[in-house]
């Protein structure tokens, strides 16, 4: 596990310097140059076939023809409980020629080994790990139903990223959207963590908007998202600060009622060793 680990910071950091060599590792001046333009630092991985990934988790509970698989999972809130789940593929890379992840979506299977996905269900993300050994594909790892994020079965979507010089992540991006709002949140992961759990704490929120249902003339709309960056800190090698930049508009008082205000500031969280937490500015989005 651990040299998949190591190849893994490894590929990350080489895909990171290529891609976004101006976010990962900029300093306090750098941050306040990019300001609101910047892209989300994620990066970019060789993607791989899923199928043989499934079968070397699942084995014969792999079901080809949906490409899912209905298997005994532990219960996210109990984990003496083992349940049967639907599991799904959302992503998979090749770390090097003989290493790969697995990040799959998982409901709870109906009696027919289907599933039912209402608005308010959340999907629950699974991460697997694998090494090749005489060119089959072996799970080393697995990490089962860590956290219940999104909305109508799904968790929503991921991104690779570096959350420090020597720590790969995965990124969640996952919300909900009903009767005219939507928002979005980011869940953040340590992949190198013995148990992984999202590290973002108090929920991070980077979108929200009431696009369904506001009236423009009345000035109660609001539309604001954020880009999202790891800075170093210079102090944490392992976990860099969260640097997240707002634009937007949303409604604010005015004498004569309300109106509508530009949104564009930063804010700054920092990891405590539990949690990522804000230690500077403020999160403007709205919470719906």
Same mark, same amino acid.
């Given at each position: 596990?651990?040299?998949?680990?190591? *190849?893994?910071?490894?590929? %990350?950091?080489?895909?990171?310097?290529?891609?976004?060599?101006?976010?990962?590792?900029?300093? =306090?001046?750098?941050?306040?140059?990019?300001?609101?333009?910047?892209?989300?630092?994620?990066?970019?991985?060789?993607?791989?076939?899923?199928?043989?990934?499934?079968?070397?988790?699942?084995?014969?509970? *792999?079901?080809?023809?949906?490409?899912? +698989?209905?298997?005994?999972? #532990?219960?996210?809130?109990?984990?003496?409980?083992? !349940?049967?789940?639907?599991?799904?593929?959302?992503?998979?890379?090749?770390?090097?020629?003989?290493?790969?992840?697995?990040? @799959?979506?998982?409901?709870?299977?109906?009696?027919?080994?289907?599933?039912?996905?209402?608005?308010?269900?959340?999907?629950?993300?699974?991460?697997?790990?694998?090494?090749?050994?005489?060119?089959?594909?072996?799970?080393? !790892?697995? =990490?089962?139903?860590?956290?219940?994020?999104?909305?109508?079965?799904?968790?929503?979507?991921?991104?690779?990223?570096?959350?420090?010089?020597?720590?790969?992540? %995965?990124?969640?991006?996952?919300?909900?959207?009903?009767?005219? *709002?939507?928002?979005?949140?980011? +869940?953040? /992961?340590?992949?190198?963590?013995?148990?992984?759990?999202?590290?973002?704490?108090?929920?991070? @929120?980077?979108?929200?908007?009431?696009?369904?249902?506001?009236?423009? =003339?009345?000035?109660?709309?609001?539309?604001? #998202?954020?880009?999202?960056? /790891?800075?170093?800190?210079?102090?944490?090698?392992?976990?860099?600060? %969260?640097?997240?930049?707002?634009?937007?508009?949303?409604?604010?008082?005015? !004498?004569?009622?309300?109106?509508?205000?530009?949104? !564009?500031?930063?804010?700054? *969280?920092? /990891?405590?060793?539990?949690?990522?937490?804000?230690?500077?500015?403020?999160?403007?989005?709205?919470?719906?």
């Amino acid at each position: 596990m651990r040299s998949l680990l190591s *190849y893994l910071v490894a590929r %990350l950091t080489v895909f990171t310097m290529a891609v976004v060599p101006a976010f990962v590792h900029a300093d =306090q001046s750098t941050v306040a140059q990019i300001g609101n333009t910047t892209q989300s630092a994620s990066v970019n991985l060789t993607a791989i076939p899923i199928p043989p990934l499934m079968k070397a988790a699942f084995g014969n509970s *792999y079901r080809e023809r949906t490409q899912d +698989a209905v298997v005994a999972l #532990s219960d996210i809130d109990n984990r003496s409980l083992r !349940k049967r789940y639907v599991v799904q593929p959302i992503d998979a890379k090749l770390i090097d020629q003989e290493q790969a992840v697995l990040v @799959l979506n998982g409901q709870i299977a109906d009696r027919h080994d289907g599933v039912f996905s209402s608005h308010a269900q959340a999907g629950l993300l699974t991460i697997i790990f694998f090494k090749r050994h005489n060119e089959q594909w072996q799970v080393v !790892k697995r =990490q089962e139903n860590i956290a219940a994020l999104g909305s109508f079965g799904s968790i929503g979507d991921v991104k690779w990223t570096m959350l420090g010089q020597t720590t790969p992540g %995965l990124l969640v991006l996952h919300g909900n959207t009903g009767q005219g *709002y939507s928002f979005t949140q980011l +869940a953040i /992961f340590d992949l190198t963590a013995s148990q992984m759990t999202d590290l973002s704490g108090e929920p991070i @929120l980077i979108h929200s908007d009431n696009d369904g249902m506001c009236d423009r =003339q009345r000035h109660d709309c609001w539309d604001v #998202s954020a880009n999202w960056q /790891f800075v170093s800190t210079n102090k944490n090698k392992s976990h860099d600060d %969260l640097i997240l930049s707002f634009s937007g508009f949303k409604p604010a008082p005015d !004498k004569n009622g309300t109106r509508t205000i530009e949104v !564009k500031q930063t804010a700054r *969280y920092t /990891f405590d060793g539990k949690s990522y937490r804000l230690i500077q500015g403020n999160n403007p989005v709205p919470p719906v």
